[in-house]
């Protein structure tokens, strides 16, 4: 009886197409991969800027006015997963204080969140919602 020698196995050249194969996949879909992280964490800078809103209207029950001092009505400047920061208290659109306020905050480096295309949400007193992309605000957070 004869022997049949089988090797079982993969050659160089095979392992090469699979390893440059993955990298191909991997360079297209990294990119996208990150975006869609980012877009996702922009809910968090939403978030803070709706609890702020809320602690906002808060205040002016208890003293007849808005504040332009976070501290005073009790709103953390920074949001609850780090992602967004630098809230911001304004007066616009009306220019008192008293009357109205605009919130505004933006990207932390957290995880490179500041690369995003969105540089900036907003949300005002009249329930207006905005981002700053490119420099440019436009209505909505969507």
Not at 5 to 18: A, C, D, H, R, S
Not at 81 to 93: D, R
Not at 96 to 125: E, G, H, W
Request: aromatic share 10%; charged share 20%; proline share 2%.
């Amino acid at each position: 009886m004869r022997q049949v020698n089988k090797q079982l196995g993969f050659t160089l050249i095979e392992m090469v197409i699979v390893v440059l194969i993955v990298g191909i996949l991997s360079a297209i879909a990294f990119p996208a991969y990150d975006d869609y992280i980012k877009r996702s964490r922009r809910g968090d800078g939403m978030d803070t800027l709706m609890d702020a809103a809320q602690r906002m209207e808060v205040f002016r029950g208890r003293t007849a006015s808005y504040t332009n001092t976070a501290a005073l009505a009790g709103i953390d400047t920074d949001s609850a997963e780090g992602y967004y920061g630098n809230l911001t208290i304004t007066s616009a659109p009306c220019g008192d204080i008293a009357n109205c306020y605009t919130l505004s905050v933006t990207p932390t480096t957290k995880s490179n969140q500041d690369d995003d295309d969105v540089q900036a949400f907003s949300y005002d007193s009249t329930g207006l919602k905005q981002r700053l992309i490119g420099g440019v605000w436009t209505n909505s957070w969507q």
